[in-house]
C-alpha cells in the first residue's frame, strides 16, 4: 500500500473538523470527499457506490512517508537542576519473551547515563554509548518475578545484582570503571541533568522490553548492597532512600492514567507511552483479591509489548471542516495519487439543535475498533481458505498488514509475547475498516461495509434517517437517541458499555422503537479510554467464545473498574434486553428461517404483508457470501436468560450445517446423551413491545441484513425488514395486544 491514512476522529457533526494524517510514497495526492452508499468492489462481484461532495480541500497535497512506532514505555525528564552522581536502579521485572541475544532494555537513565537490560543470555549494564559496564551470565526466570538493581559510585565502583525466585542468595558481579569523572573510559562525567530522562522498559534507541515492570527506583547516587537487599525484600524506596534525588514511579496507581506520579523528587511524574496493559498484579499479589481497586498495592505493575500502539504519531496533512449542509450519513476522505487510492471513512452525525430524523442507524464503530487490524486471515490463509472453501482468497491488505506489525493489533490478536491484546485505539491507519474491503469468512462483505448495505436499503426506500456511532452514546446518553422514532443496529454491535446498554433501555422504556438488524450485539463488557486516542478496553473472560483467555487477576477493566468479559455472566445477558442472545457461529453457509405458528397473532402477523409464505414455510435461504439469512454469528432467545416472557418468536432458522457450532458459554459437563442437532444452535426472530409505544425488533443474525441485498432488495427478508420499520416508524403503539 503506497497511500495509507487515518483521521483523528470516527465521526463528526455537520460543520466539524476532521484532520487526516497520510503516508504516501507517491510526490503528491489528490484529496477529495465522498459520501459512501454501498460498499463493494470487483472482487465482492458487487460496485462500490460513492458520490463526489463539494468541500474546502486543496487540488493536491504533498506525499510525505509516515512510520508508526509502536512499542510501550514509561519515560519521566528528571526535573531542572537535579543532580546525577553515580547511580543506582532497581526494578522488579516478569519477562515474558526473551529472545536470544537481543538485549531489552528494562530501566535506562539516559542522555548520555545508563542502560540495564536482560537477554536470554543474561543482564547487562551498559554506559548509553554501548559500553558493557557490567554483566551477569544468568537470565532472569521467563514468567516469574525477579529483581534486577545495579549501582554506580563516583569512585567507579559498579556492582550488577539478579534476585531470582525461590530464595537462591542473588546472583551478584561487581567491577571497576577507571575515569568515571571523565578519563579515558568513555563513561559520561556526572554533571547538570539537562536533557536528562528516566525511561522504564525502552531505551534511548529502542530495546523494548516486553513483560511486566513493577516498583522502579533511580537514584542520582549510588546505594549499598544492604539496600538493595531490603528493596529486593520488598521494602518501601522512599523510606529507605527519602526523596531527594530519588524517583520512585507508581507505576499501578492509576490505571487509567497516562500520567505516573512520582513518590520521590527526581522526577516530576512520568508519561505512559503506548498504553501497555495495566490493572495486573505485581510482585507482591497474595492471590486473594482479582479487583485492583481493593489491593492497589498489589497492582503495582505494568506489562510492556514491544508492539504495542496507542498513537502512531503521524501529522496531520489534510484538514476538512465538514460542509455544514452536509446530510447525515457515511463519507470518506478519498486520496488519490495515479492508480493508487485509499478512502478513510468516518460519519457526519448531525449538527447540534437539529430536528432529529425518525431514523436513526448507529454504526457499531467499537466492533470496528475491535476487528481493527485484525491478522489471522494472513496469518493462516491457507487454513482459512481450505475451511472456508473461499476461491478468491484474502484482501491483498492483509498479506501487506502483516509485513507491518507495527500498525497495531486487533482485539482477536496476541502479542508477540502471546498475551491478548486488550485496547484498540483509533489513532492509527486500520486497513479493514474500508467500504471495499473483502472478508473471507462471509465471501464478501462483513463490519463496516455490511453496514453500508443497510444505509443504501435505506436510501433507496427514501428514508429519512441519521446516522450515529457507538461514541455518541457513549458521550451523551439516553439524549443521543431521543426524539427518533426507531433506532437501527448495525450487524454486528458486539462490544458494548454500561452506558451504552442504559441508553438503549431508556429509549424503548420512553416510548422508542429499537430494530436490532444483526447478530452476537451486546456481548462484551467494553470500555472507552479518555484521550484523543479513543482507545477501547476488554478482558476476555475464560469459558466464553474468545480469541485468548485474560490472565488470573486480570478480569477487571483497568478503565473503569469493573469486571470485564460478558455481559452475560454481570446479569445483563443480551435477551434480557433486546430478546435474544449469542448461541452459535460457524462460517460454511448460512441458513433460512421457518415461520412460527405464533407469528399468526393478529397482533404480530402484520410483519409477514406480502411475503409469500405460511407456517411451517422458509424464507431467507438465500442472499450474497454465505446464501441465506441466519449465518456467520446468530442469537437465539432463552426465556431462562431473560427472553421477556411477552416476546413473540415470529421464525426460527433450520437445517444448519454441524459446521454451526454452539458457544462454549452454553457448553457444559454432561453424561447424557446429546442431541443432535444441538436445539440451541438457531437464530430467533423476536418481537416484543413495552408500555407507552415502545417495542423492539430483533433478527438474530449478522447475516441478515446482507441478504436484505438480494436481488436488489426484492426478496422476503427485506420486505420483513421495511414491514417492520414502516410500523415501528407510523404506528401509536406497533405490538399492542401481543
Keep these: 500500500m503506497r497511500l495509507l491514512g487515518y483521521g483523528d476522529r470516527l465521526s463528526a457533526p455537520a460543520g466539524g473538523r476532521i484532520e487526516f494524517k497520510v503516508s504516501s510514497e507517491l510526490p503528491e495526492f489528490t484529496p477529495s470527499l465522498v459520501r459512501l452508499r454501498r460498499g463493494g468492489s470487483p472482487v465482492h462481484e458487487s460496485d462500490l457506490l460513492e458520490q463526489e461532495v463539494i468541500a474546502d480541500l486543496p487540488a493536491t497535497v504533498p506525499g510525505r512517508v509516515q512510520v508508526a512506532r509502536a512499542g510501550s514505555y514509561v519515560e519521566a525528564p528528571l526535573r531542572p537542576g537535579a543532580e546525577v552522581s553515580g547511580a543506582g536502579l532497581a526494578v ?50 521467563e514468567r516469574q518475578w525477579s529483581f534486577l538493581a545495579a549501582t554506580i559510585s ?82 518501601d524506596a522512599v523510606a529507605l532512600l527519602g526523596t531527594d534525588g530519588v524517583s520512585a514511579l507508581a507505576l499501578g496507581r492509576d490505571p487509567a492514567a497516562t500520567a505516573v506520579a512520582d513518590d520521590g523528587s527526581l522526577t516530576a511524574g512520568g508519561t505512559v507511552v503506548n498504553r501497555p496493559a495495566s490493572a495486573v498484579p505485581g510482585p507482591f499479589w497474595r492471590f486473594r483479591e482479582t479487583d485492583f481497586r481493593r489491593v492497589p498495592d498489589e ?54 439543535g437539529a430536528p432529529p430524523a425518525p431514523v436513526l442507524v448507529v454504526l457499531p464503530t467499537w466492533t470496528y475498533l475491535a476487528y481493527a487490524n485484525w491478522r489471522t486471515y494472513a496469518e493462516f490463509e491457507e487454513e482459512r481458505v481450505a475451511l472456508y472453501g473461499e476461491r478468491r482468497g484474502v484482501d491483498p491488505r492483509d498479506r501487506w498488514l502483516a509485513r507491518h506489525p507495527e500498525l497495531g493489533k486487533s482485539l482477536y490478536d496476541v502479542h508477540t509475547d502471546g498475551s491478548g491484546v486488550m485496547y484498540s485505539s483509533r489513532l492509527r491507519p486500520m486497513v479493514n475498516i474500508r467500504p471495499d474491503y473483502f472478508t473471507p469468512t462471509t465471501r464478501g462483505l462483513r463490519h463496516f461495509a ?50 451504552m446498554l442504559d441508553a438503549y433501555q431508556a429509549h424503548v422504556e420512553s416510548g422508542g422503537r429499537l430494530m436490532y438488524l444483526g447478530g452476537n450485539g451486546f456481548y462484551h463488557v467494553t470500555a472507552r479510554h479518555p484521550g484523543p486516542s479513543g482507545a477501547i478496553e476488554i478482558r476476555r473472560a475464560r469459558g466464553s467464545q474468545t480469541a485468548w483467555a485474560s490472565g488470573a487477576g486480570e478480569e477487571h477493566l483497568s478503565g473503569t473498574g469493573e469486571p470485564g468479559g460478558l455481559w452475560r455472566w454481570r446479569g445483563r445477558a443480551p435477551q434480557r434486553q433486546f430478546g435474544v442472545g449469542m448461541t452459535a457461529q460457524g462460517f460454511d453457509k448460512a441458513s433460512g428461517y421457518r415461520r412460527t405458528p405464533q ?140
Design 154 to 235: 563516583p569512585a567507579g565502583e559498579v556492582r550488577l545484582a539478579l534476585h531470582r525466585p525461590g530464595g537462591a542468595a542473588p546472583r551478584v558481579q561487581e567491577s571497576h570503571i577507571q575515569g568515571l569523572q571523565g578519563q579515558e573510559s568513555g563513561f559520561p562525567e556526572p554533571r547538570g541533568t539537562g536533557s536528562w530522562r528516566l525511561r522504564v522498559g525502552a531505551g534511548p534507541r529502542g530495546g523494548f522490553f516486553n513483560g511486566r515492570v513493577a516498583r522502579p527506583v533511580v537514584s542520582a547516587t549510588s546505594w549499598t548492597a544492604d539496600t538493595t537487599d531490603r528493596l529486593a525484600a520488598g521494602e
Design 299 to 352: 497492582y503495582d505493575a505494568l506489562h510492556l509489548h514491544e508492539d504495542d500502539l496507542d498513537d502512531a504519531g503521524w501529522e496531520t496533512d489534510v484538514v476538512l471542516t465538514v460542509p455544514a449542509d452536509a446530510a447525515s450519513g457515511a463519507y470518506a476522505l478519498k486520496i488519490r495519487a495515479g492508480d493508487h487510492v485509499e478512502r478513510i471513512p468516518f460519519v457526519v452525525t448531525p449538527p447540534d
Design 599 to 738: 407469528s399468526r397473532s393478529d397482533a404480530v402477523a402484520w410483519v409477514f404483508d406480502g411475503v409469500d409464505v405460511g407456517v411451517g414455510e422458509i424464507f431467507g435461504d438465500h442472499g450474497p457470501g454465505l446464501g441465506g439469512a441466519a449465518g456467520d454469528e446468530i442469537d437465539r432467545a432463552d426465556v431462562a436468560l431473560g427472553t421477556p416472557a411477552d416476546a413473540v418468536v415470529l421464525a426460527s432458522s433450520v437445517r444448519h450445517s454441524a459446521s454451526i457450532v454452539l458457544v462454549p458459554d452454553d457448553k457444559t459437563i454432561s453424561y447424557a446423551v446429546p442431541t443432535a442437532p444441538d436445539p440451541r444452535v438457531r437464530s430467533d426472530i423476536v418481537i416484543f413491545g413495552r408500555p407507552g409505544g415502545g417495542a423492539v425488533f430483533a433478527v438474530g443474525s449478522i447475516a441478515w441484513s446482507a441478504a436484505m441485498t438480494h436481488k436488489g432488495g426484492d426478496n422476503d427478508v427485506s420486505r420483513i425488514t421495511a414491514n417492520v420499520l414502516d410500523r415501528f416508524r407510523d404506528h401509536a403503539d406497533p405490538v399492542a395486544g401481543a
Design 450 to 499: 455490511q453496514d453500508l448495505s443497510l444505509l443504501d436499503w435505506l436510501d433507496r426506500r427514501g428514508e429519512d434517517y441519521a446516522v450515529i456511532t457507538d461514541d455518541e452514546i457513549e458521550d451523551r446518553g439516553p439524549d443521543a437517541l431521543a426524539g427518533h422514532r426507531v433506532v437501527i443496529t448495525g450487524s454486528h454491535p458486539e462490544y458494548s458499555s454500561a452506558r
Design 92 to 141: 522488579w521485572l516478569l519477562p515474558t519473551r526473551l529472545d536470544g541475544d537481543r538485549e531489552q532494555t528494562v530501566l535506562a537513565l539516559t542522555a548520555p547515563g545508563y542502560l540495564l537490560s536482560v537477554s536470554a543470555r543474561g543482564c547487562t549494564l551498559r554506559d548509553a554509548g554501548g559500553t558493557e559496564l557490567a554483566r551477569l551470565a544468568v537470565a532472569p526466570v
